[in-house]
């Protein structure tokens, strides 16, 4: 059984499915994800990978999505780029933190993170 969505468990599967993942040149950032407006996880991204659970105080990007969008992204059914250019996904904050949220959506294999 996958974890929860956005759950403490949930980031420690994409700690483990980065961890592997060639560094890359995007920059720390701290990105809290949401699915409405109840259901929210913050993560430290740094050189592409996931390296853990991040502090509010430093998140420097908010991004919301949909349960099932979050989903497809993380499958790779849907691109974070391409969701981001059609107006699906509007970040809030700092565009190099999303930048670097996409790098790492697009770069490394998330699907064991997808329900």
């Known amino acids: 059984m996958a974890a929860e969505l ?3 468990e949930w980031i420690d599967t994409l700690v483990a499915a980065t961890s592997d993942a060639p560094e890359t040149t995007a920059g720390p950032a ?3 994800l949401t699915i409405g407006k109840t259901r929210r996880a913050v993560v430290a991204l740094e050189s592409g990978r996931v390296t853990g659970g991040g502090v509010d105080d430093d998140v420097s990007v908010s991004v919301p999505f949909t349960g099932s969008q979050l989903n497809d992204l ?6 974070l780029a391409t969701s981001y250019i059609k107006g699906d996904v509007k970040p809030e904050g700092s565009i190099g933190a999303f930048l670097s949220l996409v790098e790492l959506f ?5 699907s064991q993170a997808a329900d």
């Open 6 to 8: 956005l759950s403490e």
């Open 30 to 32: 701290t990105v809290a």
């Open 74 to 79: 993380l499958a790779g059914r849907e691109s």
């Open 106 to 110: 697009e770069s490394v294999d998330l």
